[in-house]
């Protein structure tokens, strides 16, 4: 259970409690996680949450594409853009998020697409327009990240238009259609705000308990 109570799921089938598929395969799942976030900053400094994110992310063995923040249902958000190596074969599966943080918890909504048999048209195409030289990029939250897979301009949206069936293209356009139909629970928009890692500590007691004052699992 979550304190997402709405949403377009228009084109989604359940496959089970939280989690939609549709027709192109792409996932869409809800989260409620009742823990203090793990966050590296508060979302109101994006520079240094920014630059967490970029390296957590490259630890893991992925890339974060982009990280903005926002709101869901007006509740301060941070929205992650991430790709990372398909666990078997050839290709990469892109991530697409809002993280809701409260002080001692959070909910998350999450879209994915995985690339299918054909791989890489994308990369080469880009790489073919612009050049290996511009190509690959530091990263730009992060200019010292290392490890993970590679930062590049094949990522940017501006590329979406020239590849419509992309998962990337599509992780992005289902986060723009979902994200302004989603409502919370009150009771979890009520909650204390997110305050940062530094705070986090005191706030473990009562991480266990969910939004209602008592314990709420996915």
Known sequence: ???????????????????????????????????????????????????????????????????????????????????????????????????????????????QAAEGATTGIREATVMARVGPADYFRSHPYAPDVTGGLPYHVADDASWDAHFPDHPLTRVRALLDRITPTVTLDERFKSLPPFAGPAAAAPQQRSAGRGWFGRRKEQ
Not at 30 to 37: E, K, R
Not at 50 to 68: D, M, S, T, W
Not at 72 to 79: I, L, S, T
């Open 1 to 111: 259970m979550t304190p997402i109570t709405g949403m377009d799921l228009t084109g989604f089938t359940e496959r089970e409690a939280g989690v939609w598929t549709d027709a192109q395969g792409a996932v869409l799942s809800v989260h409620f996680f009742p823990l203090v976030p793990d966050l590296p900053a508060r979302l109101e400094a994006s520079g240094p949450l920014r630059a967490g994110l970029a390296h957590g992310v490259a630890g893991a063995g992925g890339a974060l594409i982009e990280a903005l923040d926002g709101t869901v249902d007006g509740v301060p958000a941070v929205r992650q853009l991430i790709k990372v190596p398909r666990p078997s074969g050839h290709g990469q599966v892109f991530l697409g998020s809002w993280t809701v943080p409260r002080a001692a918890c959070s909910t998350v909504l999450k879209v």
